[in-house]
């Protein structure tokens, strides 16, 4: 992961404005279809983005933190046995706070990430965070924000602004699907690097989170002729 960017990042908004919603993502198609030739046939392929706002910013980054560095599958599965603990649903914090390392361990959690996710949870049991204040505050603020805390860097606070928060204009200039998606669609000889994919997501503004999106769907899927 790349160390998170100054306040101001040309990869953020400074402002808080849109959210995903209907509207927005058709606009947002309609915008990409006519600034970026490269991506247009992406679109055209996989239709609509289906990336939509999940809400409860606490529990997002605990889901977060519990996929770093890992395998989807092995992740879920880690995942699923943790939350077995807690009848099904991530934990609220004060109860994520009351349960022994051990019983973490069992779960398949590593130390660094027992330590990150009790770090979330301690930020928002004493109120140094909580799910409004995180809403309302701009894409920067969120960032700066939620990177104090042990564990979280820019990658997972890209993730909550675009998948808990439901932010338009978030690139996550960190992500590994994103930079690989773009190597393959732009014929790059190598993977990206931040100022380069800034510059080539440029034209998407204020909608790259929805570029990224695609971008996405071409590393899971064949881009089409």
């Not at 409860?56 to 980054?61: E, F, I, K, M, S």
């Not at 880690?78 to 009351?98: K, Q, S, V, W």
């Amino acid at each position: 992961m790349i160390p998170p960017p100054p306040v101001g990042s040309r990869a953020m908004n400074s402002q808080t404005g849109p959210r995903l919603d209907t509207d927005t993502l058709k606009q947002a198609r309609r915008a990409l279809l006519r600034r970026d030739p490269v991506l247009a046939p992406v679109l055209r392929h996989h239709g609509g983005c289906s990336l939509r706002p999940s809400g409860d910013p606490y529990r997002a980054l605990l889901h977060s933190v519990i996929y770093q560095q890992l395998a989807g599958a092995a992740a879920s599965a880690i995942e699923g046995r943790f939350r077995a603990r807690y009848r099904g649903r991530l934990p609220t914090p004060d109860a994520l706070l009351a349960t022994r390392e051990s019983e973490m361990r069992a779960a398949g959690l590593s130390r660094q990430k027992i330590a990150a996710l009790r770090g979330v949870a301690q930020a928002f049991s004493d109120g140094t965070l909580n799910n409004r204040r995180l809403c309302r505050m701009s894409d920067d603020a969120v960032v700066d924000a939620v990177t104090q805390l042990r564990g979280i860097g820019e990658w997972t606070a890209h993730m909550l602004l675009m998948f808990s928060l439901g932010r338009p204009d978030v690139l996550p200039v960190g992500d590994y699907g994103v930079r690989k998606g773009a190597m393959q669609l732009y014929g790059l000889d190598d993977l990206p690097k931040p100022r380069e994919l800034e510059a080539l997501a440029e034209p998407w503004r204020p909608y790259r989170s929805v570029g990224s999106w695609y971008l996405w769907r071409v590393v899971d899927t064949p881009t089409p002729d």
